[in-house]
């Protein structure tokens, strides 16, 4: 038997329907395998940048410090496989156990997969960064006979300037994760992974970018605890009806309203599906005809709240081709909702909140960033679990090159990466077949 009466049917990013009378159980990622292989691939993938180690080792230019005397001219790029299979040997388990290594862009970068043995041979998903900057440094060393004075300076070129900094500052070896030291708390890894990371990832798809980041994002609300007992379900809706388009709300809201559309006829969408669904009723109206609303489903209230507040965004940043407006478009979504109907905005008055700080540090007085390098990690968006990043990754998808920091300019190796695999570019497609291969289990 389900744990929740909900009943959703998935549909794609074209509006097609991928899936029919879904229970929503079957989209958590404590059942959904797809989503399950999205967070291990995030953890087990690393890139290595062969033609940045050599440039490095040539130049004796190691994580910002330039030093003489000790440069190395190997030619690694043009002996790619060689150092592609001494890696693979390196961090192989067993024959068959998911190792991957391949090379990417004419043998400038590697791509590893580490298997998942390594991973459970340890708690720390670090375990993937570590065990591939070691593999290459030993392949390097091995397959050039780099003389015993001159191997740290393989290291170095590889591992950046770890352990003098806390970060791998100038490493040559890239996975899609911080480093711990860097999370905001217990759980932020998948939160800590900027708006840009995941517009590379998805091709600047907007509804796939949603997608994406909803599942990080959601994903991370089950890691520190937020998802469990009375609070899954509101999770379990936020990712089924923002990020998985959970019975074409979002596609719907956004193409009703594409055209000629405003934040303000969002909201008013957004309530009429709402009245019409039976989510909320009117609770009483005032002298002056206001019409004061409630709800005996706060948690499906705030799903429909959250595709609202990624529809305004679409529709709003969508029409200026820049992602600078997505702060004012969170507040003012919510802020409109909550005036028309007396209820909570997305994530209970949380998202606007968040829309206020953001405002001021991404460019106002404050300036710190583009829209683009915000996460679910940052001191002002971390408070809005959930349902707030993947606005904000919507609103980059279609920006039309106007932030500093594009994310050309931020994200270039992750989608060189990550970006032929299906679990990353269409993750709607690949989540909604699981989702329509389980149901009947669950």
Known sequence: MPKYKDVIDLYDDNGKRIAKDIPLEAISPLRNNAIKKIASLTTRTVAVSLAGIEKSLKTGSMGGALIKGKEIDIKLVENGKKIAAAVKDKVQVTPEDGTSVSLKADGKSLVVIVPEARMSAGVEYTTGFTAVASAVTEAIIDEFKVPMYKANMVKGAVWGRYPQTVGFDGANVKSILEIPQNNEGAGYALRNIMANHVVALVNKNAMQGVALSSIFEQCGAFEMGDAIGNFERTHLLGLAYQGLNANNMLYTTVKKNGKTGTVGSVVETIIGAAIDDGVIYVKETLPSGY??????????????????????????????????????????????????????????????????????????????????????????????????????????????????????????????????????????????????????KI
Request: net charge neutral; with cysteine.
């Open 291 to 440: 019409k004061i609303y409630s709800t005996k489903d706060l948690p499906l209230w705030n799903a429909y709240a959250a595709v609202g507040q990624v529809a305004a965004v679409m529709v709003n940043t969508g029409a200026a081709r820049a992602a600078q407006g997505v702060p004012g478009t969170v507040l003012y979504y919510n802020d409109l909702l909550e005036h028309e109907t007396g209820l909570p905005g997305t994530d209970y008055g949380r998202s606007a909140g968040v829309g206020v700080g953001m405002s001021f540090f991404s460019h106002s007085i404050y300036g710190g960033g583009g829209p683009g390098l915000f996460h679910g990690n940052h001191v002002v968006t971390k408070h809005s679990k959930g349902v707030l990043i993947p606005a904000v990754t919507a609103a980059n998808c279609l920006d039309g090159g106007t932030q500093t920091f594009s994310p050309e300019a931020t994200s270039g190796l992750i989608k060189e990466v990550f970006g032929d695999m299906v679990e990353f570019r269409t993750p709607m497609q690949v989540v909604g077949a699981e989702a329509k291969k389980i149901a009947k």
